[in-house]
Structures are given as structure tokens and as C-alpha cells.
């Protein structure tokens, strides 16, 4: 069967796409093809040399298996097939990273950094738009970090990520929030003399609160967004500096961070708040109106890759969610 196996593989650059591949690499192939420049990762040498070892370990292991299944059963064999699997993973990302390399990649070229002025004028579509470059430019280093140095699977990395934008969500609307209400103490209350204060009646907070006020605030601290953020910044490394420890000084993971961390404050000064998903239930429906499938399209979602954004609930859609569909049937 082996030597079956690897003679269809070889033999493959003879025949036509459709008959490229034997049976059971033909799903391996479709899947890679997804991703722009997926055709010359296929048609490539190494590719090929891939499912050639994979299919060597393959037949080793399950050799393997049957000899070591009277002396040890059990957990070894299960190490092993997982380690195995993680290594395989890792050379078809390696294969992606050399195509990205090359300049044909979807991740290809230099970060779109804002200019000041439209960090000072940032709508919510500016938000949704940095958040795309995020992902176009900086998610697929930050996700080999986790592949490479992390040594976990794709699903894993992905979901780290992912909860990684959601802590700096998370701290900046809480920090905003802060902000906000100490600027309008400040607004209302012309003085901190804890002396006089205790002598006048000073109006309560809901009663002096309006979304007029609140709205002039916010365009404020939005124009002011170039001298905040590099605030905000620290305040997040060093608020979050024990949980994110392992990360902040690896070089493929802080230009991520950073700009995650730019883009949630952006958004926390908003008007009216942005709906963000950033969890779907395993199985749910693939809406392609909605969502972009990072494989090969399928009917059910197997995890959430990159946030659905909304313009506020149940608002206009800003940008749509990368997901990985369930490959399963």
C-alpha cells in the first residue's frame, strides 16, 4: 500500500488537476487551494514531498501501533499521533509563510498605519478597517508564533488570538468608561477643594449626565486621540503585564497587540457602541453574508477565526467574520 501510496503521488505531475492527487490527498489538496495562492503551494515540490512523508509516517505508525499494542497500549500511541499530526501542521504553515515571503500571500506588505488626523477623526468604519489590516498584516506573524514557538494547533493559535482583541476590548470600554465619568465630575464640578465641596450641593451624577453631554466628550477625546493612546498603551502592558508576560517581548506577537490594543480604545470612544462577535457556537450555520470561511466553505462553523463587526446592534454590517467551517460530514 505504501508503495502504491507514493507512486500515485509522484506520478501526479503527469495528469490533470482533477486527477492530481489519489483519493485520499485529493481533500488535503482542496483545502490548501482555498487560500489565495493556495494553487502554487498544490503544484509545488515541497507540497508534495509533504504528503509523501506524511503518508511514511502513516504507514509507520500504524506498524508501529500494531507492534507496541500487546507491550504498551494507550497513551504513548495517542502522544505520538498527536505530535505527529502538530509536525505535519506545522510544515504546510511553513509552506504558507514562504508562499506569504514571496509576495503573492493574502499577508503580503507593510502595515497600513492611520494617519494621526484620521485617528483624530476615527468613525466606526475606521474602526472596521483597522481591524481588517490587523488581520491582513499582522495576525498571520502573531499566529506562527503560537504554531511555531507555542507548538499548538491552528484552532488553538487562532482562538488565542482572537481572545487576545477581546482583553484589550474588554480593558479599554472599561477604561473608557472611567475616563469618561471622571471627565464629567470634573466638568460639573469646578473645584477639588474637598473643604468647599463638603459645604455646596453638588448635583448627582445620572441627573447631569446627558447623551448631548456625553456625545461632545466623546468627540473630544477622539480628537485627542493621538496624545491618549500612547497612555492607554502603557496602562495596558503594565495593567495586564502578568497575564501577558510570555508575549510582550516576542517580536512576531507585540506589533499585534499594540495595534489590537489602538483599535479597542478607537472603538471605546465611539458614539454608540459597536457590536462585536467574537464567539460562535461550534456547529453553527455558515452565513456568507456575514462570515468569510478561511477553508474550504462548508455549512456549519467549526470556531470563529476573526470577529463579525456591526455598526451598532442589530446595525449595518462594517465587516465581515473570518471562520473555519467544520470540515466533517
Known amino acids: 500500500d505504501r508503495r502504491?501510496?507514493?507512486?500515485?503521488?509522484?506520478?501526479?505531475?503527469?495528469?490533470s488537476p482533477d486527477e492530481a492527487f489519489p483519493h485520499w490527498a485529493a481533500p488535503i489538496a482542496a483545502s490548501v487551494r482555498n487560500f489565495k495562492g493556495g494553487t502554487?503551494?498544490?503544484?509545488?515540490?515541497?507540497?508534495r514531498d509533504a504528503l509523501v512523508e506524511a503518508e511514511r509516517i502513516w504507514v509507520e505508525e500504524n506498524i508501529d501501533y500494531k507492534t507496541e499494542e500487546e507491550r504498551a497500549?494507550?497513551?504513548?500511541?495517542?502522544?505520538?499521533?498527536?505530535?505527529?499530526?502538530?509536525?505535519?501542521?506545522?510544515?504546510?504553515?511553513?509552506l504558507r509563510l514562504k508562499e506569504r515571503e514571496t509576495?503573492?500571500?493574502?499577508?503580503?506588505?507593510n502595515l497600513h498605519v492611520p494617519h494621526p488626523m484620521e485617528i483624530n477623526t476615527a468613525r466606526p468604519e475606521d474602526v472596521a478597517e483597522l481591524l481588517s489590516e490587523i488581520y491582513k498584516t499582522e495576525w498571520q506573524p502573531a499566529f506562527e508564533y503560537f504554531i511555531y514557538k507555542k507548538k499548538v494547533r491552528e484552532r488553538e493559535a487562532a482562538?488565542?488570538?482572537?481572545?487576545?482583541?477581546?482583553?484589550?476590548?474588554?480593558?479599554?470600554?472599561?477604561?473608557?468608561?472611567e475616563h469618561l465619568r471622571d471627565l464629567t465630575e470634573t466638568l460639573f464640578v469646578p473645584t477639588s477643594n474637598q473643604h468647599l465641596l463638603k459645604k455646596i450641593h453638588v448635583p448627582n451624577k445620572a441627573d447631569i449626565t446627558s447623551q448631548h453631554i456625553t456625545s461632545d466628550l466623546n468627540?473630544?477625546?477622539?480628537?485627542?486621540?493621538?496624545?491618549?493612546?500612547?497612555?492607554?498603551?502603557?496602562?495596558?502592558?503594565?495593567?495586564?503585564?502578568?497575564?501577558?508576560?510570555a508575549y510582550i517581548?516576542?517580536?512576531?506577537?507585540?506589533?499585534?497587540?499594540?495595534?489590537?490594543?489602538?483599535?479597542?480604545?478607537?472603538?471605546?470612544?465611539?458614539?454608540?457602541?459597536?457590536?462585536?462577535?467574537?464567539?460562535?457556537?461550534?456547529?453553527?450555520?455558515?452565513?456568507?453574508?456575514?462570515?468569510?470561511?478561511?477553508?474550504?466553505?462548508?455549512?456549519?462553523?467549526?470556531?470563529?477565526?476573526?470577529?463579525?463587526?456591526?455598526?451598532?446592534?442589530?446595525?449595518?454590517?462594517?465587516?465581515?467574520?473570518?471562520?473555519?467551517?467544520s470540515q466533517l460530514k
Open 4 to 15: 502504491r501510496m507514493s507512486e500515485d503521488l509522484r506520478s501526479s505531475r503527469s495528469v
Open 40 to 47: 502554487l503551494i498544490v503544484n509545488s515540490a515541497p507540497f
Open 249 to 325: 517581548k516576542a517580536d512576531n506577537l507585540h506589533p499585534f497587540i499594540r495595534l489590537c490594543v489602538k483599535c479597542a480604545w478607537i472603538s471605546s470612544v465611539q458614539d454608540r457602541p459597536l457590536s462585536i462577535t467574537f464567539k460562535l457556537k461550534p456547529g453553527s450555520n455558515f452565513y456568507p453574508d456575514v462570515m468569510i470561511s478561511r477553508n474550504a466553505p462548508a455549512p456549519e462553523v467549526d470556531y470563529l477565526v476573526w470577529p463579525i463587526v456591526f455598526k451598532y446592534d442589530n446595525g449595518p454590517l462594517l465587516l465581515k467574520g473570518i471562520v473555519h467551517c
Open 103 to 109: 509576495g503573492r500571500g493574502w499577508g503580503a506588505g
Open 219 to 245: 468627540r473630544l477625546r477622539t480628537s485627542a486621540n493621538t496624545h491618549i493612546f500612547p497612555v492607554v498603551e502603557q496602562l495596558f502592558f503594565l495593567t495586564e503585564k502578568h497575564h501577558l508576560k
Open 73 to 94: 497500549p494507550g497513551e504513548r500511541d495517542n502522544l505520538t499521533r498527536e505530535e505527529r499530526i502538530i509536525e505535519l501542521e506545522s510544515e504546510l504553515e511553513k
Open 159 to 177: 482562538e488565542e488570538l482572537l481572545k487576545l482583541l477581546q482583553e484589550c476590548y474588554d480593558f479599554c470600554e472599561k477604561l473608557s468608561e
